[in-house]
């Protein structure tokens, strides 16, 4: 999982928006992260991308210098930069002030001047639009400060529901297996021995579900350790497999397994491997239907280890596949609701890659199947020596 960190590309839109004039907000490497309308007209910053070398006509190491000043200076900065638009050459003034970072990389507010560069400055007016960029600059982030409160303190209240609800849990199926082993006698009448197994099946499916809103809190709460060991892949698949296959026999599914020859090690957290490919592997079960296949694939590329699930199940409409990712989330058509579920599996799987150093991939089409690839980055297979020398 990512650490919690600066405010998303999206979320720093607001702050060009509130500007009456061109107004854009890029990093130290001059890339534009935001920009609003008036900034796509006059700029040609096309709503946030690209970069203001592709702007101006000063050298990319000199505009490199300008945006330095800026971050590096105190409160409001004028800077000159000169414009290329439709073939003309416009030199303009922009006033800048820093604003934090984004994706650990310094970031500030740029603001173009109506007026020339050789115009008179007024003075009244650059004291107002500084106080404005200050006033802009504490309200984000005291909002950004807001929203990890919020959201340490939704993490903490599930993990502590989650533990409360756990004891009594254990205690509900402990006695449903007692009662439905027969362990003191035989249930009379035979209908209330089905409603046992209705109870001791529930009573699972919540305790798993208990478990995943635990797994997830720990990890954004950041206290998620990981024990790092090489696995020696064929032999776990060997044991994930041998957990999976009665499920896709009782669903009549085809599961295939294919490893490339000569596998390198994994340096992982054996606990948190198996989780993913069971998250993974269980949700193709679950979402193909009988006579369909899933597959497990493992091979190396580039010095990197690629984990492909396949399966021919009932897919992800296109406009629905980034909300797989968000907890909770499950599409929402009247076929997967025939299917139960936390909705947690990939956001767990996502996070847990993610703490590994890697990237997960979901490609899905209607009625056709879905594929999802983790890739876990060079430094991950090896040997430990070379894992702990890449940390020191």
């Known amino acids: 999982m990512p650490r919690s960190g600066p405010p998303a590309a999206s979320s720093l839109r607001p702050l060009v928006e509130l500007h009456r004039e061109a107004a854009l907000i890029v990093d130290a490497d001059a890339r534009i992260l935001a920009a609003n309308a008036r900034a796509s007209a006059a700029l040609g ?19 490199c210098d300008l945006i330095g000043r800026v971050i590096d200076g105190p409160g409001t900065v004028p800077i000159g930069l000169t414009l290329r638009r439709d073939g003309r050459i416009e030199p303009r003034i922009l006033r800048g002030a820093a604003i934090g970072t984004h994706e650990g990389r310094q970031t500030c507010l740029l603001v173009m001047s109506t ?55 254990n205690a509900i199926i402990g006695f449903s297996e007692m009662l439905s082993q027969g362990m003191f006698g035989t249930i009379e009448p035979p209908r209330y021995a089905a409603y046992v197994r209705d109870i001791l099946a529930s009573g699972r499916h919540l305790l798993e579900l208990v478990n995943d809103v635990l797994d997830l809190s720990k990890i954004e709460a950041g206290k998620m350790t990981l024990r790092e060991a090489e696995i020696d892949l064929p032999l776990f698949v060997a044991q994930i497999i041998r957990l999976i296959e009665k499920t896709a026999a009782e669903k009549q599914l085809v599961l295939e397994v294919e490893l490339a020859p000569e596998l390198p090690k994994l340096v992982a957290d054996q606990r948190a491997i198996r989780q993913m490919l069971l998250n993974l592997l269980s949700n193709a079960i679950k979402f193909t239907l009988p006579g369909g296949s899933v597959r497990l694939a493992i091979g190396a590329a580039d010095g990197r280890l690629r984990v492909a699930v396949e399966d021919t199940g009932i897919g992800i409409a296109a406009e629905n596949l980034a909300g797989c990712f968000r907890p909770f989330d499950q599409v929402d058509n009247v076929l997967t609701r025939r299917f139960e579920g936390s909705g947690l599996g990939l956001a767990i799987t996502k996070a847990l890659i993610e703490l590994h150093g890697g990237t997960i991939d ?11 690839t983790l890739t876990f980055p060079r430094e991950r297979t090896g040997d430990i020596a070379v894992r702990s020398e890449l940390q020191a």
């Open 115 to 169: 007026a020339l560069a050789d115009a008179p400055w007024d003075e009244q007016s650059l004291r107002e639009k500084a106080a404005d960029l200050s006033r802009l600059n504490a309200q984000l982030v005291e909002a950004k400060q807001r929203a990890e409160e919020a959201n340490r303190s939704k993490t903490e209240f599930l993990a502590r529901v989650s533990h409360e609800l756990r004891t009594p849990l």
């Open 45 to 63: 910053a096309g709503g946030g991308a690209g970069t203001l070398f592709d702007l101006v006509a000063e050298t990319p190491e000199e505009v």
């Open 362 to 372: 979901l490609a899905s089409t209607v009625g056709v199947g879905t594929k999802v």
